[in-house]
Nanobody, 124 residues
Framework: QVQLVESGGGLVQAGGSLRLSCVASGRTFSSYAVGWFRQASGKEREFVAA????????FYADSVKGRFTISRDHAKNTAYLQMNSLKPEDTAIYYC?????????????????WGQGTQVTVSS
């Protein structure tokens, strides 16, 4: 019942910034945890960041900690991923996902709803 639409990807130079957005349909979205994942060419999908249903707790992969910030705006049914100090190794397709409950984890299997993905390319 939840549909997610991502946007904000693009091409940036190393050291630059991007903000990814994930707009959800359905009022139940506000109670679900949200995760951001990415998949580079030839690689498996990996966890990036997650935020609890209430927005009070966050967790980040070590590779992005200190550079990326996950947030959400319940009034707009939108989750965000602010990406600063981008590196070429951040290049990937980024996906947002929503769980079916308030619990957030690093496991893809926990998330019931997924966006279509948005491409992020960081040039050196």
């Amino acid at each position: 019942q939840v549909q997610l639409v991502e946007s904000g990807g693009g091409l940036v130079q190393a050291g630059g910034s991007l903000r990814l957005s994930c707009v959800a349909s359905g009022r139940t979205f506000s109670s679900y945890a949200v995760g951001w994942f990415r998949q580079a060419s030839g690689k498996e999908r990996e966890f990036v960041a997650a935020i609890s249903g209430g927005g009070g707790s966050t967790f980040y992969a070590d590779s992005v900690k200190g550079r990326f910030t996950i947030s959400r705006d319940h009034a707009k049914n939108t989750a965000y991923l602010q990406m600063n100090s981008l590196k070429p190794e951040d290049t990937a397709i980024y996906y947002c996902a929503a769980s079916g409950d308030s619990l957030y984890t690093v496991f893809t299997s926990h998330y019931a709803y997924w966006g279509q993905g948005t491409q992020v390319t960081v040039s050196s």
